[in-house]
């Protein structure tokens, strides 16, 4: 198994961060399942599948060849990239999921194998803080939409099959979803593992001690998870924070920083800073809408997140 650090430093090398899940091409074990992390899928799917020395999860080598059916990206961090992945592959366990995954399994909508783990991925999608991102679900071709995708889903919103606006969603092929993860390398830096290892089996108490470092355990992203542990680009002295005028890492003293540059006004904030300042009054953990501390102009989080050069 790959430890949370270790996927969390290899991660720090891209921009974009995403979870995956495989099913088993054989027939036979078509109802197998497993959930992962990655920075590169093309790369990581030939871990798995043993086309590369290194990196390969080893609870996947029983039921090569495996495919990648479908990929969500877009997550702000690795960490939060990490702990969708966590939640995704514990569902009963998981303090933002368990109460959606407990209506799904009253309901009898299906929850075990593979088709199931899709079902608690869309469950997931409509749920907060998820539900507020703005996630991109891929497809790899349209026999996996069409095996996997439910018609209805989001229970606690009297079903649905629509995802929140925010959202994209696409079927494309593995290499041209990687081509979206940039600063991943393509082909390059095969040897080194990228994912956190989750597990291959529908039945959640096969897992053992593995999946313990599969993912991050704690609670939600606070702002400053969100913030501080993101990929962050050089820092040039001149720029300083106007909410908290500091040229280092305002609230938090943990570095690297993370900027926002407003579009509304080019003026700069620590996205951390940023965050605190939209929960203020919401009391909200992921920061939901708020108003540009200088120039005014009201934003939803995901959106900002999507415009700000960050």
Not at 73 to 88: I, K, R
Not at 232 to 254: D, M
Request: contains cysteine.
């Amino acid at each position: 198994n790959v430890h949370v650090s270790e996927a969390a430093k290899m991660a720090g090398k891209s921009s974009v961060f995403g979870c995956y899940l495989l099913r088993p091409l054989s027939q036979q074990h078509r109802s197998r399942w497993y959930v992962g992390f990655t920075v590169n899928p093309a790369r990581r799917l030939r871990q798995h599948n043993g086309d590369l020395k290194a990196g390969g999860a080893w609870r996947t080598k029983r039921y090569r060849p495996w495919e990648m059916t479908v990929v969500v990206y877009g997550f702000p961090t690795q960490v939060a990239a990490l702990q969708f992945e966590w939640a995704w592959q514990n569902p009963s366990k998981s303090k933002a999921v368990r109460d959606a995954f407990a209506e799904l399994k009253s309901k009898k909508l299906g929850v075990t194998g593979v088709t199931g783990r899709a079902r608690v991925l869309f469950e997931m999608l409509c749920i907060s803080p998820w539900n507020r991102l703005p996630l991109v679900v891929n497809f790899t071709s349209e026999e996996s939409k069409k095996a996997l995708r439910p018609k209805k889903f989001n229970v606690g919103d009297n079903y649905s099959s629509i995802l929140p606006s925010q959202m994209k969603e696409f079927v494309r092929s593995v290499p041209e979803i990687t081509q979206h993860f940039s600063g991943s390398g393509g082909e390059s830096n095969d040897d080194e593992s990228d994912g956190s290892e989750g597990d291959g089996f529908e039945d959640e108490e096969e897992r053992g001690q593995d999946e313990e470092l599969s993912g991050v355990k704690a609670g939600l992203s606070t702002p400053s998870q969100i913030a501080v542990t993101s990929p962050a680009l050089p820092t040039p002295l001149k720029r300083h924070c106007s909410i908290c005028k500091s040229f280092e890492s305002g609230y938090f003293s943990v570095r690297p920083t993370t900027w926002a540059s407003m579009p509304c006004c080019s003026s700069h904030f620590h996205l951390a800073c940023l965050a605190i300042t939209f929960t203020s009054h919401s009391g909200r953990i992921i920061p939901d809408e708020g108003d540009c501390p200088r120039c005014l102009e009201s934003w939803t989080w995901p959106l900002l997140l999507q415009k700000s050069q960050i």
